[in-house]
């Protein structure tokens, strides 16, 4: 069974400083994995994908995040937040079986003027 | 592209009431699409898979009878909370499977935030 965990439950940055937010997976083969962010009352918005091409996935917004497989990590990096950006972002591992979704609890960022 | 919308985006409603919420994938086809339900501050929790011309599939736990599900075009699914109370309150978001950027890859509805009085 594929699973992720997300490391921070909360992240708090100043604008036009760097985020990281880490996630690490769980997975039997290689692994899909995404990052969708949500902003208040909204749906899910898909940042990038991994899928086992290019370890470096460049997404929308100016988001990256790297897939590291001796570490079994995916974390998300930005290097300069903007206020916008602040949201609950969710780390997510995709099951090949089925297609479904395991979600990571979820990183809330804030964004501080 | 990869639009996927939900209707209504808020209800309230009495108790004991059925309110149906639909979703539709407005600009690709969806053979499979996906409801979960999110409380506040927390993850989503899968519901069921909504499969264009058959039933849907359900988690454990989730009663097929309480929550309806039709998928009945390759573009819309329809989530029905039947005879609902309070505690079926929460947001309710659908994801539709596909587009052009294949199976592995979902897309997420504004999600319906339903209140039962």
């Known amino acids: 069974a594929q699973s992720v965990t997300q490391l921070d439950s909360h992240v708090s940055v100043s604008e036009g400083t760097p985020v990281l937010l880490r996630c690490n997976y769980s997975?039997?083969?290689?692994?899909?994995l995404f990052w969708y962010v949500q902003h208040p009352n909204k749906g899910l918005q898909l940042l990038l994908k991994?899928?086992?091409?290019?370890?470096l996935v460049k997404g929308i917004n100016g988001f990256e995040a790297e897939f590291k497989k001796s570490e079994t990590s995916f974390h998300l990096t930005k290097p300069s937040a903007h206020m916008s950006d602040a949201a609950e972002y969710f780390c997510v591992v995709i099951s090949f079986n089925d297609y479904k979704l395991s979600f990571g609890a979820g990183t809330t960022v804030t964004v501080r003027a | 592209g990869a639009v996927v919308s939900q209707h209504p985006s808020w209800v309230i409603c009495k108790s004991g009431t059925s309110v149906k919420i639909e979703c539709r994938s407005l600009d690709f086809q969806a053979t499979t699409m996906f409801w979960y339900r999110q409380f506040p501050k927390q993850s989503l929790m899968l519901m069921a898979t909504?499969?264009?011309?058959?039933?849907?599939?359900?988690e454990q736990g989730v009663e097929k009878d309480k929550f309806l599900i039709n998928h009945a075009s390759l573009t819309l699914s329809t989530l029905t909370v039947t005879s609902a109370h309070p505690e079926d309150s929460s947001f309710y978001i659908c994801?539709?499977?596909?587009?052009?950027?294949?199976?592995?890859?979902?897309?997420f509805g504004p999600g319906t935030r339903l209140l039962v009085l």
């Open positions: 994801s539709a499977q596909g587009g052009h950027s294949g199976k592995e890859t979902q897309y």
């Open positions: 909504s499969n264009e011309g058959s039933k849907a599939t359900y």
């Open positions: 991994y899928t086992s091409a290019a370890t």
């Open positions: 997975s039997s083969y290689s692994p899909s």
